[in-house]
């Protein structure tokens, strides 16, 4: 099994314990502006994946979720770099983009990430054809339709066991008043936080997308996951804290080592106490069970809002 965390910059990979995890993918596909970028500067990227090879972590790059034309220069380039780096696989969010990776005839492999609209088993078969060997479903895909994606599309599914759920992305920032080259917030306002809220609704704004406000934890039901046959798990640390990434990564370590040995499976209570401490708003399941995003199905965590 497979656990990766999302990290975007030096400052984030700073101080992440990055022991629990198997694979690290590199860069925010929100912006690239984000200072310190891995997606952006060849440099970082260098050092970030020679640092990550000699730990034995796999690597991958990630590509802008909404690319215009203007960008795609840009994005070749960085294809260019991973490529060089010798990544294990490049993030992909856009059809054009992977037509891109096609036409050049790179050898890395495609993982299509959050905002690749992944809805069902036939798009996952057409991104095969194009070159694609990973997909992660839209956050409103259900675990039995993840299944019918899966062993229809004939492609690697990805799911989401913790963090926010990329719910929208533009390519327009909503935390500044002037252009981004000369606004002198910019990039330092998306470091943060921006809490979109009405009445008991929250959301987390990260300047060019829109995140739940709760968390997605998974951390009761992964039996259920393993026993699906997924087997390739994502943290989305981007946009946290360092503590937040170490933390959650060594819950589910132990989470996913305990459930894949078939011994019986609780949730621990420090496992539970970690995923709280963690979570400003509560948790949720996102839409996994054919529920509303912002509830929690289950019984261990089901008051796992923190009071304050």
Not at 41 to 46: E, G, K, Q, T
Not at 133 to 145: G, T
Not at 248 to 268: C, K, P, T
Request: hydrophobic share 40%; net charge neutral.
């Amino acid at each position: 099994m497979e656990l990766i965390a999302t990290v975007a910059s030096p400052r984030e990979l700073a101080g992440t314990d990055l022991g629990p995890y198997d694979s690290v993918c590199l860069g925010s596909p929100y912006c690239r502006r984000v200072e310190g970028n891995f997606a952006e500067d060849v440099a970082l990227l260098h050092e970030a994946v020679s640092a990550l090879r000699k730990m034995g972590k796999k690597t991958y790059v990630t590509t802008p979720a909404a690319p215009r034309g203007r960008d795609l220069p840009r994005v070749e380039l960085m294809i260019d770099a991973a490529e060089m780096e010798g990544v294990d696989a490049i993030e992909v969010h856009n059809m054009g983009v992977l037509r891109m990776l096609r036409e050049k005839r790179s050898p890395l492999p495609a993982h299509m990430g959050a905002f690749a609209n992944v809805y069902t088993h036939l798009t996952a078969q057409v991104m095969k054809e194009y070159g694609a060997v990973r997909v992660r479903p839209n956050a409103e895909v259900s675990l039995k339709e993840m299944e019918i994606v899966a062993r229809e599309g004939g492609v690697e599914v990805e799911t989401l066991v913790h963090g926010k759920i990329p719910l929208g992305v533009t390519d327009k920032c909503s935390l500044l008043t002037e252009s981004e080259e000369t606004d002198p917030k910019c990039p330092s306002a998306c470091r943060e936080e921006h809490w979109l809220t009405t009445r008991q609704w929250v959301l987390k704004t990260i300047g060019k997308g829109v995140l739940s406000g709760r968390d997605m934890c998974m951390l009761e039901h992964l039996p259920v996951l393993v026993s699906a046959g997924f087997f390739v798990f994502k943290i989305e640390g981007l946009y946290e804290t360092a503590a937040y990434r170490s933390d959650i990564g060594r819950v589910y370590r132990e989470a996913l080592d305990l459930a894949a040995s078939g011994a019986e499976y609780m949730v621990r209570p420090a496992w539970a106490d970690a995923v709280k401490r963690h979570s400003r708003e509560g948790l949720c399941n996102g839409y996994y069970f054919g529920k509303t995003g912002r509830l929690y199905v289950g019984t261990v965590l089901q008051e796992a809002k923190p009071k304050v």
